[in-house]
């Protein structure tokens, strides 16, 4: 449910923009959320049309302001190359029935383009806004306590309560998670009804399999929609390394094919609303997301290469594993006839162990079933969060329209 702005209008120095030394200046946090960089600016501040919006994020992460640069670094910017590390949300505070709860948008960046996605929500950057509203401020905070936070992500509508706890002297209870060195703040992440987030519903196509170029793929939405394939069907195992399943060209083509295909199938929509076309697919950075799964080898019930799509993911999101775990409950997908979970005719914790180049991904999915259908309640998972670096960034060449948009902000604000 939507809520409103919170009532006070004031805003932290910290948060507010800046003209300095002829040049101006945006505030910015830039954070780890699991294994997903990237920042997390005050909305309130930042420009209210989608174009001049855009124009900073291209500024502030080094990408194209237009065209596109095969092989671009982003050495103008803060982004860094594969997805996971080109992510931006913009979160304010607003006021909600059960109280103040935080509100989320995310842009998705590429390295080599400035095409910006505005279509997902990302479940590893997701767990640093408390830390983000912590830090500035804008939530509350008390030494030795539990604090969690309600967060409205506008990209999908999904609800997530976010949980810190805090310990007696100062800082954090800390969280060891795979793909992160070394132990920091803890997050646990709680997805409200995700089923059908994007799509509206949990077998967008209807079925639990469906044949696309002579594979069986399962197409799930859980917080995020995602096609899911037996890796054996491709001649593989689930245990590749990344390097390697990036190098064989033939199987990114076909695998590519597959996920296209069962996105026109699970009718996906842009954000504004159209439903996406082939070459809207084919393009797209964020959906829908796929993997490729197998038998495992450790402590898992399954293992799984993930792409996001462009590229082979070197973990597993959070939001994908989610959705994976989901689909090994369903009655005859793809992903049941490996892991095997089963939910019973009322409300379980269901844990599901995921194998992936980084580690094992812990999720639990709450779910039953009901008149043979499964219902899912929700889904949980553990990340760590850090503040990177809190600061300005100085935009040497804005267009008139943004720096005006900078200059009536920070009069706003002032």
Known sequence: ??????????????????????????????????????????????????????????????????GEVAGNRQTTGLGRGPATSNKVFFADMEDAEGGPRLVSTLAQLAADHGRIDWSVNCGNM??????????????????????????????????????????????FVTADIPGVMGRHPAVDLFLHHPAGARTGALLPTGSAVDVIDGVPVSCVDVAVPMVIARAADFGKTAHESIRDLAADEEFLRRFKNIWVQAGLRMKLRRKDGREMTEEDIARSETVPK?????????????????????????????????????????????????????????????????????????????????????????????????????????????????????????????
């Not at 401020?137 to 976010?162: D, Q, W, Y």
């Not at 796929?290 to 959070?318: E, N």
């Not at 019973?344 to 039953?368: H, K, S």
């Open 126 to 171: 997701s767990s640093a806004l408390q830390l983000w509203a912590i830090d500035c401020g804008l939530a509350p905070f008390e030494p030795a306590g539990t604090h969690t936070l309600e967060i409205r992500n506008t990209n999908t509508g999904v609800l997530t309560t976010s949980r810190m706890v805090s310990v007696a002297g100062g800082g």
């Open 290 to 414: 796929a993997c490729i799964i197998g038998a495992p080898r450790g402590t898992g019930d399954l293992s799984v290469r993930y792409l996001t799509p462009q590229t082979v993911h070197g973990s597993m999101a959070v939001t994908g594993g989610c959705c994976l775990a989901a689909a090994t409950l369903i009655p005859g997908s793809v992903a049941h006839d490996i892991a095997g979970k089963q939910a019973g005719p009322t409300d379980e914790e269901i844990q599901v162990g995921i194998e992936n180049p980084a580690g094992v991904l812990g999720t639990t999915v709450v779910a039953r079933m009901q008149n043979g259908n499964l219902e899912i309640r929700s889904a949980a998972y553990q990340r760590s969060a850090q503040v990177l670096l809190a600061g300005y960034v100085p935009l040497y060449a804005p267009s008139r329209s943004l720096r005006e948009a900078l200059s009536a902000s920070a009069t706003a604000f002032a």
């Open 1 to 66: 449910m939507r809520g409103s702005p919170v009532q006070d209008d004031s805003v932290p120095d910290l948060l507010q923009p800046r003209l300095r030394h002829g040049l101006w200046e945006f505030p910015v946090h830039h954070m780890r959320g699991g294994t997903s960089t990237g920042l997390v600016i005050h909305d309130r501040i930042a420009p209210a049309e989608l174009e001049l919006k855009e124009e900073l994020l291209r500024h502030l992460m080094g990408v194209p302001l237009e």
